[in-house]
């Protein structure tokens, strides 16, 4: 009588871009269940642990208003976003035309990627331990860019900043601006939040340079 075959025990995984990932927490992630959420209920005092806020979502968008004459504009923007977010990005269209700047109504203007789960929490371990300490001159993100609602929004000015574009592929420095979507009620609950998963802000009174900005040449002399 033939025996049954013992199950073979194997680490779940996906495929994802032709490469295997576990299927894990990411270490973000793991660090907001193991540290920030303790630390959110000692400063707010919350009494449910379903008032701890949390990062609900992510997203990355980027206008390409000069495809309206070049559209391989677009296909370098769609490839530089798929680059960087690893989730290919939806392609945005003109609401209404406009004759002043020669838009029609359907016209690809810009892309736009929303992250959740996984793909968000590793979008943001990058984010904030990768690619922002590689801005020039960097001191810290502004942090007067909260809503009101607790949602957050950051301006960054090219992507090379991302260490996973390739210089030599980029035809033009394009901005980008994220925006970190919390459940929190209040803008001091969601800075805090940020603030232990790692948002590096910048100190109370101080004036930054723009995000990414170019360095400076050296003033003229006056005659």
Do not use: C
Request: net charge positive; aromatic share 6%; glycine share 6%.
């Amino acid at each position: 009588m033939a025996r049954n075959p013992q199950p073979q025990t194997t680490t779940p995984e996906i495929i994802l871009g032709g490469e295997t990932a576990l299927l894990e927490k990411s270490r973000m992630h793991q660090r907001y269940l193991r540290d920030v959420v303790p630390a959110l209920v000692r400063d707010f005092n919350y009494q449910n642990p379903m008032q701890v806020p949390r990062v609900a979502k992510v997203s990355v968008n980027v206008g390409v208003g000069e495809a309206i004459a070049n559209a391989k504009a677009l296909d370098a923007t769609v490839r530089d976003v798929s680059i960087i977010t690893g989730q290919k990005p939806v392609i945005k269209k003109a609401r209404k035309s406009i004759a002043q700047f020669k838009l029609r109504e359907g016209q690809n203007v810009g892309v736009m990627v929303t992250l959740r789960g996984e793909r968000m929490w590793e979008f943001l371990d990058r984010l904030m331990n990768a690619a922002l300490p590689r801005t020039r001159d960097f001191r810290g993100v502004p942090s007067r860019s909260f809503d009101g609602r607790g949602n957050f929004t950051l301006g960054l000015r090219e992507q090379l900043i991302f260490p996973e574009i390739n210089y030599d592929q980029v035809d033009k420095a394009r901005g980008l601006e994220v925006s970190i979507i919390t459940t929190a009620t209040t803008d001091q609950e969601a800075k805090r939040l940020l603030e232990l998963l790692g948002m590096p802000f910048q100190r109370e009174g101080e004036s930054l340079p723009s995000m990414a900005a170019p360095r400076r040449t050296a003033s003229r002399r006056r005659r």
